[in-house]
Structure formats: C-alpha cells, structure tokens
C-alpha cells in the first residue's frame, strides 16, 4: 500500500469507532481499517486486500442494517476521510466524494437554496443511499437520488479508475443508478442540482386508532391526487395513527391541510414551517449507534383495504409508510436498473432496543408482522433488505441484465459485502 494510506489495526487509536456501526448488534472485528482520503488510496487499498486475500467491505455511514460494512478478519475501505461537496450554483451541479455524508450535501446546496434528492437523516452516507436508488422528499418532484446522477468515479475490483455517465460506460452507468454497490467503490458522484428555497411545511395529524381502517383509506384515496410538492407519509404503532406529509416548494398547502382534518377525529394536530435543513436533520439520533436494530420493508403498488387492515394489526411496532409517485413514475422503468417505480407507498416496519437479552423476540415479533403484508406487497426497496433474497428489489429482466454487468466488472464477486448480485457462474 502507499505510505500515506492511513491503516488501523486492533487497539489503535480510531479502530473500535471506525468499526461501529448504526446497528449495535453488529461487532465484527476487521483485520485492517484502511482510513482512505484520495481515490488513489481507494484502489491501492483494494489491490492490496487482493494481493492479500482479504474480503472487503466498503464504509461510508455505516447504516445498513445488517453491518455489511464491517467484515469479519476482512479489510474495511472507510471513505468517511472522503467527505468533501463542491457546488456550482451557475451550473446546479455538485461534485460529491465518496465518503460525504448527505448533511454536508444539504448543506453546500443551501447555501444557494438548491438541493437535490436525498434522504431524511442527515448522517446516513450519501454513496450508499444513491446506489440503492435514494428515496427522500423531493424524490415526487425531481425523482430518486439515483436519478439525479450525471457521472460516478470509481475504483472497479482490479483497482482501475474509471468513470461511467451518459456517454462513457454507458452499460455501467445504467447499473449503477438502482444496482447497489456490486460492481465497484464510488468515489465521486455528481448530482444535479434544483432550486427549491430554503423553507419546508411539515403537517402531523393523530386520530383514535379505532378510526384507524376509515382514515387511511381515506388518506390512501387523497394521496392519488396530491400536488408532487407534497410528500404523504404515515405512521402506526398500534395504539393510534398519525397521517402527515411534507411541503416543499412553490403554493401553501392549506386546502391539503383542511383536506386532512377532514378525514377523521383529529386528537392531535402540528404544523411547523421550517428550514429544508432543519427538515432534513430532524430525524437524526446521535446516540443512534447505542441501539440494537431490526427492519423489514415491501413496496405496494397497490393498497388495498385488507392491506390497511393487516397494516393496522400491529403489535405495538413502529410501521410507516411513505408516498411514491410523481417524478419517480415518469422515469422510463427500462432508464435505470431501480425497478418497481409503479410503487404507490413504501412499507417500512423498524424496532430498537438496548439488552440483547431481547434479541430473538423483537426480531420474531417483527419478522411476524411484516409477513401478514408480503402477500399484497409488489417488492422491496433495496436499501431496506435485511438478508433476503435480492431479486425482490429486481425485475427478472434486470436482474438477468445486472448479473451480466457483475459477470463483465467484477467476475469473482470481490464486492459481494452488500445485497449482493452474484456473478454469472
């Protein structure tokens, strides 16, 4: 390796920080921590681990649930170094290392009230959030992160530099935007950027939980008309349910509101208006990494009545919903490898806990709730998987297309640390 590459090895300062992860089940001790500034240190970092025999797995955020970041005896790529955003508000373009996290993409944006898709925390890794498609509240308007995407750099599994936009690695690029981190280590994305202000609405509104079945049919029914600067998301743990969305952009969103008192007994009511970037920090925890973590999630392209009342059902677990639609649709589903753009709501059902004593029942209660939905569920998102099978995340036919771009860049499946797309044998 070069003499500048920063290593860590077992009791080093930076080692056991470097290692943990959002999910504190996961302690998973790598032989080696390669702390990466440069896209130079990225690939040498990666011939090394080769000439080595060394798994490898790639860090940025680290909030992948199942710890795929942190490889057992492996060499962990920490692009965390590799954090810095360049905007150029003329030409609504930013450049973004490898290792940013969406917070710092936010930020650079605002300062020219631009920003582009991304998602709702703001220390989750922009790399990771993008390669998996990046839904987030402007996705209605200016469709999923992947979508804003106009080049990458990377450092593929020999080593090698390359990029892929529009006119160079067109068959990679494609891949790239929706087939996760199989194919190679992102070190520089650039995005498109739009001019959205500074300022965000954000609406919650609680009703009984016997009034639960009637409000979100109701709220399902007036989501398909909903103007895209607003975002529905729901909430339901068993006890009661919230109903809200996000605003952002031009027009205020009083009829929608009044709509919403509308659907039921309101017990509960909160509008702020706010900075987008306190919108987009609002959901952060910085003790996040203390918690035991387990989630499953489905796409529905459809949300019918027996799926309200499954999703209703719930055993005091946290299960939200979030809207699809707009921008994300006009997308031509053959444009890029993120499949199942006709989703209606994204399903996401999540606990935390702190005593691993607790471990096989909160993931056996989840596990079970999540199951009474599969049936009317169309796939899943593939940033929320959690060890199933990847060709839920896929159409056939782009899975068979994604398995031969593996075949061509990465034919011994040296970046199979993610939800892994295996190489044609």
Same mark, same amino acid.
Request: net charge negative; with cysteine.
């Given at each position: 390796?070069?003499?500048?590459?920063?290593?860590?090895?077992?009791?080093?300062?930076?080692?056991?920080?470097?290692?943990?992860?959002?999910?504190?089940?996961?302690?998973?001790?790598?032989?080696?921590?390669?702390?990466?500034?440069?896209?130079?240190?990225?690939?040498?970092?990666?011939?090394?681990?080769?000439?080595?025999? #060394?798994?490898?797995?790639? @860090?940025? &955020? $680290?909030? %992948?649930?199942?710890?795929?970041?942190?490889? +057992?005896?492996? =060499?962990?790529?920490?692009?965390?170094?590799?954090?810095?955003?360049?905007?150029?508000?003329?030409?609504?373009?930013?450049?973004?290392?490898?290792?940013?996290?969406?917070?710092?993409?936010?930020?650079?944006?605002?300062?020219?009230?631009?920003?582009?898709?991304?998602?709702?925390?703001?220390?989750?890794?922009?790399?990771?959030?993008?390669?998996?498609?990046?839904?987030?509240?402007?996705?209605?308007?200016?469709?999923?992160?992947?979508?804003?995407?106009?080049?990458?750099?990377?450092?593929?599994?020999?080593?090698?530099?390359?990029?892929?936009?529009?006119?160079?690695?067109?068959? #990679?690029?494609?891949?790239? @935007?929706? &087939? $996760?981190? %199989?194919?190679?280590?992102?070190?520089?994305? +650039?995005?498109? =950027?739009?001019?959205?202000?500074?300022?965000?609405?954000?609406?919650?509104?609680?009703?009984?939980?016997?009034?639960?079945?009637?409000?979100?049919?109701?709220?399902?029914?007036?989501?398909?008309?909903?103007?895209?600067?607003?975002?529905?998301?729901?909430?339901?743990?068993?006890?009661?349910?919230?109903?809200?969305?996000?605003?952002?952009?031009?027009?205020?969103?009083?009829?929608?509101?009044?709509?919403?008192?509308?659907?039921?007994?309101?017990?509960?009511?909160?509008?702020?208006?706010?900075?987008?970037?306190?919108?987009?920090?609002?959901?952060?925890?910085?003790?996040?990494?203390?918690?035991?973590?387990?989630?499953? &999630?489905?796409?529905?392209?459809?949300?019918?009545?027996?799926?309200?009342?499954? =999703?209703?059902?719930?055993?005091?677990?946290?299960?939200?919903?979030?809207?699809?639609?707009?921008?994300?649709?006009?997308?031509?589903?053959?444009?890029?490898?993120?499949?199942?753009?006709?989703?209606?709501?994204?399903?996401?059902?999540?606990?935390?806990?702190?005593?691993?004593?607790?471990?096989?029942?909160?993931?056996?209660?989840?596990?079970?709730?999540?199951?009474?939905?599969?049936?009317?569920?169309?796939?899943?998102?593939?940033?929320?998987?959690?060890?199933?099978?990847?060709?839920?995340?896929?159409?056939?036919?782009?899975?068979?297309?994604?398995?031969?771009?593996?075949?061509?860049?990465?034919?011994?499946?040296?970046?199979?640390?993610?939800?892994?797309?295996?190489?044609?044998?």
């Amino acid at each position: 390796m070069t003499a500048t590459l920063t290593l860590l090895h077992t009791g080093d300062a930076g080692y056991d920080e470097a290692r943990t992860v959002w999910n504190a089940m996961v302690d998973r001790r790598p032989a080696v921590i390669a702390r990466c500034s440069s896209t130079a240190e990225v690939a040498a970092a990666v011939r090394y681990a080769r000439a080595n025999d #060394l798994e490898i797995a790639v @860090r940025c &955020g $680290g909030h %992948n649930i199942a710890g795929l970041a942190v490889p +057992e005896g492996g =060499l962990m790529i920490d692009l965390t170094p590799m954090g810095e955003v360049e905007v150029d508000p003329d030409a609504k373009l930013a450049r973004v290392q490898g290792g940013a996290m969406l917070g710092e993409l936010d930020r650079e944006a605002q300062r020219y009230g631009l920003a582009t898709t991304a998602g709702n925390v703001s220390h989750t890794g922009v790399g990771g959030l993008t390669l998996g498609g990046g839904m987030g509240w402007l996705a209605r308007q200016f469709g999923l992160a992947c979508d804003n995407v106009t080049s990458y750099e990377l450092v593929t599994a020999e080593g090698d530099v390359v990029r892929a936009s529009a006119t160079e690695n067109q068959e #990679l690029f494609w891949g790239l @935007r929706g &087939g $996760g981190g %199989n194919f190679g280590i992102v070190t520089e994305f +650039e995005f498109r =950027l739009h001019q959205i202000g500074t300022r965000a609405i954000v609406a919650d509104l609680t009703y009984p939980i016997d009034e639960a079945f009637s409000v979100l049919r109701a709220w399902r029914d007036l989501n398909a008309t909903a103007p895209r600067q607003a975002t529905f998301k729901a909430y339901v743990n068993g006890d009661q349910v919230t109903l809200g969305f996000v605003w952002i952009g031009p027009g205020d969103p009083d009829a929608l509101l009044e709509a919403f008192r509308g659907l039921g007994t309101v017990t509960a009511e909160t509008v702020e208006e706010m900075s987008y970037l306190t919108l987009q920090t609002r959901e952060d925890n910085v003790q996040g990494h203390r918690f035991r973590r387990y989630w499953k &999630g489905h796409y529905f392209k459809a949300f019918p009545d027996d799926a309200i009342r499954a =999703l209703i059902r719930n055993p005091g677990i946290g299960a939200s919903l979030q809207a699809y639609g707009g921008a994300i649709r006009d997308v031509p589903d053959e444009e890029t490898a993120f499949s199942h753009r006709d989703t209606q709501f994204e399903f996401v059902t999540a606990t935390r806990w702190e005593d691993p004593a607790e471990d096989e029942e909160r993931i056996s209660t989840l596990r079970a709730y999540a199951a009474t939905l599969e049936q009317y569920a169309g796939g899943a998102y593939l940033n929320t998987m959690n060890g199933e099978n990847v060709k839920r995340a896929f159409s056939p036919a782009k899975l068979a297309r994604l398995t031969a771009l593996k075949t061509t860049w990465d034919p011994a499946n040296v970046f199979h640390l993610n939800q892994n797309i295996k190489p044609a044998e």
